[in-house]
């Protein structure tokens, strides 16, 4: 249902490390993109070679930050700056939400009425 979910069940609601979640072990496991992992750790390797990643980041991200769903007239926006966040960025996130917010689209954002 969840495989990044899972990978992350080790952690709690603010964060913390934990082995047991109400008296049973956690189990980290899962399967993504046809490969198995157990922890964090393992599913950080996953995502960092799983070439689609980075332009889901920014897909989700400028979404969320514009308050609405991208659609097929955002394709040249969510291109280009997956390709900026890769190389420019080298992938920093901090450095992604500077550019997010740098766009005419969130410059020229109304709100609602």
Do not use: H, W
Request: charged share 25%; net charge negative.
């Amino acid at each position: 249902m969840d495989p990044i979910g899972f990978g992350l069940e080790n952690y709690d609601g603010i964060g913390s490390y934990r082995t047991m979640d109400n008296g049973s072990p956690v189990d980290s496991s899962g399967s993504m993109a046809g490969k198995d992992f157990d922890g964090g750790l393992q599913l950080e390797s996953i995502l960092k070679t799983d070439a689609r990643f980075p332009k889901a980041v920014v897909q989700y991200l400028a979404g969320y930050a514009l308050g609405r769903e991208l659609g097929v007239n955002d394709r040249c926006l969510i291109d280009s700056m997956s390709q900026a966040f890769q190389s420019e960025d080298k992938g920093r996130l901090s450095a992604l939400v500077a550019r997010v917010a740098r766009t005419d689209e969130m410059r020229q954002r109304r709100g609602a009425p």
